[in-house]
């Protein structure tokens, strides 16, 4: 989609992200490798009772469910900034949904804008978990 087909309010539900334990503990181990999210007798202890999952994979599960939309497809020139902000912790066998929408249309020259998109996040108790403002550049039609 290019830049100028873009409309702010536009809004897409994102197909449901489970978060599985051996998935989670692995990235865990690999890109965040604290005890909250790798050791459950560990978790037990904590004020969350369990084991939590990294808040880059939860962000990063979802966002996967985005890209099989892919909005832009082959007229996105680029990322430009994303902020991810955690307000609830997420759980092994969480089922997360996301509701994307475009909030901003910055046209930067005659070639190209700037799309931001806005996602937010839901466990299946319906509580708000997570957030994240995505700026990507996208061609403009010529």
Known sequence: MYFDDFEVGLSIELKPAKIEKEEMIDFAKKYDNI??????????????GKLIAPGVMSFMAVWAKYLEIDLAGDEILAGKSTKIEWLKPVFVDDV?????????????NEK???????????????????????????????
């Open 35 to 48: 005890p909250l999210h790798t050791d459950e007798e560990y978790a037990k202890n904590t004020h969350f």
């Open 96 to 108: 997360l949904t996301g509701k994307c929408k475009v909030t901003k249309l910055t046209k930067r």
């Open 112 to 142: 190209n804008g700037i799309v931001e998109l806005e996602i937010e996040v839901y466990n299946q108790n319906n509580e708000f978990v997570l957030t994240n403002i995505t700026e990507m550049i996208v061609k403009c039609r010529i």
